[in-house]
DNA sequence: CCAGACGTTGTT
DNA sequence: GTCTGG
DNA sequence: CCAGACGTTGTT
DNA sequence: GTCTGG
């Protein structure tokens, strides 16, 4: 799955890697990213791309509580398009979202092992996400989840779950503004090749989600 | 029809 | 809001 | 994801 | 054990 991920790239390159014209409002990159924090995402308004942040954590337009968003940090790709909470965001509200790796805690006999999660090719790359917006009592937000799949080969030695990300080329069909039948948006997802992937042990330092400094990322022995 | 859930992970 | 169960 | 709280009454 | 906050 997906729960803690890293976004260290300079606003600069973000912008240019993902085509977006305007900067982004309040770019600050993170050590640490975690459930319930602003992270930045790439929307089609219909009109452009754009990068923004969302909350991470999706609360469903109808809820009556925002706290459900604590639940809701990931969504399942293979019944996402036949979920009640999910199905039209599928066709109507896709995004993505920028990380440049993350974390996955992996369980041995010692306990947990958090590792860091790259490309090989160690650079940007975009989850596939889904957002929403929510009113209630006079309060907007607007939130994010991320999509999981079964895990590779690679990731299945770390965890059995693993977060969708889109190969660079697919990343614009995935936000493209034209509606899709909520059920071609989970064939889209299942059609993805698989990337490669490194991964290293980090320390403990990084489980405290206010931790956020290079030691977040630094190798252990 | 109305009422009530709507989610994921992991663990058992 | 939409879907499922009764 | 992990860490840390989780409760009330009454008094200061 | 479960929920909330980071």
Redesign the pocket.
Known sequence: ????YTLLADELEILQEFGIDQPVENYHPSYNI????DVLAVIHDGNEKRAGYLR??LV??????E??G???????????H???????LMSRKRCLIVADSF???M?TEEG?Q?KRIQLKDRGLFAFAGLWDKWNHDGKTLFTC?IL??EANPFMQEI???MPIILPKEKEDDWIKPEKMPPNEAGEFLESLHDEDFTAYDVA?Y?????NNDEQCIKPIA
């Open positions: 799955m997906c729960g803690r975690a459930p319930g924090q991470w954590g469903p337009s109808w809820a009556e509580d706290r459900i604590y639940k809701m940090i990931n969504a399942r790709s293979e019944t996402a036949k979920k009640p909470s999910f199905k039209q974390y996955e805690w369980k947990k958090p989840t999981t799949k965890h059995h779950r403990n990084v489980n405290t989600a206010k």
